[in-house]
Every structure is written in C-alpha cells, then in structure tokens.
C-alpha cells in the first residue's frame, strides 16, 4: 500500500495538473478555475509562453515559476499563491535544455519538492537522448531526504499503469526504471484513460491532487 502523506494531514494542500496549451489564449479559464478551486498549487505544462510578463495571465496572489522554451509551444510552470514560502531549486546547466522547474515548498513542520517536467513526443534518436538527460536531472533533483512530488506530461500514450504493462522501448523502459528505483507511487483521482494516459502526478508519500483539462 502506498505510505501516508502525514507531514499536510492536518492542513490540506490542493493541487492540479494540466497541459494548457497556451495560458495566455485560455486566461479567463486558467483564473476562474485557479479561484473556484482555491488552488495552492498549479502545475502547467505546454505553457506556450516566450517572455511574456507574469502580469498578462496571472492573478496578482499568485506568482509563477517558469521555463519557457524559447520558440513555439511547449514549456512549463509551476504556479503558486504568494502566501507559501517557496524557493526556486536552480537547474544544472547541462540539463539547461529540459523542460522543468523545480521547487521547495516549506510548512512549519516539513519541505515538499515539486517538480513539473515536460517530454515532448517521439520515440527516435534524439527523444532518446533527451529522456536519458531528463532521468539524470530528475534523478539529482530527487537525490535529497525531502518528500518529492513529480508532475507532467511524460508523453507515453502506450504505458498501461494498471498493469504496469508497456512497449519495449527504451523511453518506455527508461522513465519505468527511474520510477522503480525512486520509490515513487503514481497518485491520480481519475481514470488514465481520460488523459490518454500520459499526465502524470507522481509522489513519495500521498496528498490531495488533481488532473484538469483545459478545451
């Protein structure tokens, strides 16, 4: 069975998880669903965001982490209400190129690392290269005693999580491996189903999260 998520039993934390395909053309939508939900935590990926200020999308209690990719579409966000004590984890700079942002959220009694982490599709040479470089960051970012939480699109549409059945690639085998010797559990109140079975919320212990999808 999966282990307890004690160190937020007694002051829950709601997150989520969406891949927004372009926050700035889905402001309205991305605000009203981060005030009816009351959100602490929003975790986006395909963020489609290339220098523009956090002001043209965000609420003002909010504020955003962020790793644009520098040209059209992807990247990603971890966004997150002011009023948590939040720090940046820098990212090393031959993992410069992954789409990833990586955080410490402290509470009065312990630290959660968040990470929100994108793999663009494909399966070829150069997708294998890029997912090796990505377990090597993950894995540094995970090396620590602090309760981690990985979130994102992992872009594996064939991984069956029931049975922990998938193509013999070596993507497929890759991020299986990595998730096996971390220790991770997979937390989703939905069917995997619903989301093509690539978003993805992993962590080391439990905790109140959720997957949204913008239209």
């Avoid at 700035?24 to 939900?37: S, Y």
Wanted: glycine share 4%; proline share 5%; with cysteine.
């Amino acid at each position: 069975s999966s282990p307890t998520f004690s160190p937020f039993v007694h002051e829950p934390r709601v997150w989520a998880l969406t891949n927004i395909r372009s926050i700035v053309n889905k402001r309205e939508e991305f605000v009203l669903f981060l005030e009816t939900h009351d959100l602490e935590i929003f975790a986006l990926t395909e963020t489609w965001l290339n220098h523009e200020p956090d002001g043209l999308f965000l609420p003002k209690e909010y504020q955003a982490f962020r790793c644009d990719r520098g040209s059209r579409g992807g990247g990603v966000a971890l966004i997150s209400k002011k009023k948590l004590r939040v720090k940046q984890i820098s990212i090393p700079p031959e993992y410069k190129h992954i789409e990833i942002v990586c955080v410490d959220i402290y509470t009065d009694s312990s630290i959660c690392r968040a990470i929100i982490y994108y793999r663009p599709g494909g399966f070829n040479s150069e997708s294998v290269d890029y997912t090796l470089k990505s377990i090597q960051c993950l894995t540094y970012l995970c090396n620590n005693t602090k309760l981690v939480c990985i979130m994102g699109d992992f872009n594996l549409p064939e991984m069956n999580w029931k049975n922990y059945s998938h193509p013999k690639n070596e993507i497929y085998n890759l991020f299986t491996s990595f998730i096996d010797e971390m220790g991770l559990h997979q937390y989703v109140e939905l069917n995997l189903q619903l989301v093509n079975q690539t978003y993805l919320i992993y962590f080391s212990r439990m905790m109140l999260a959720f997957y949204h999808r913008f239209k």
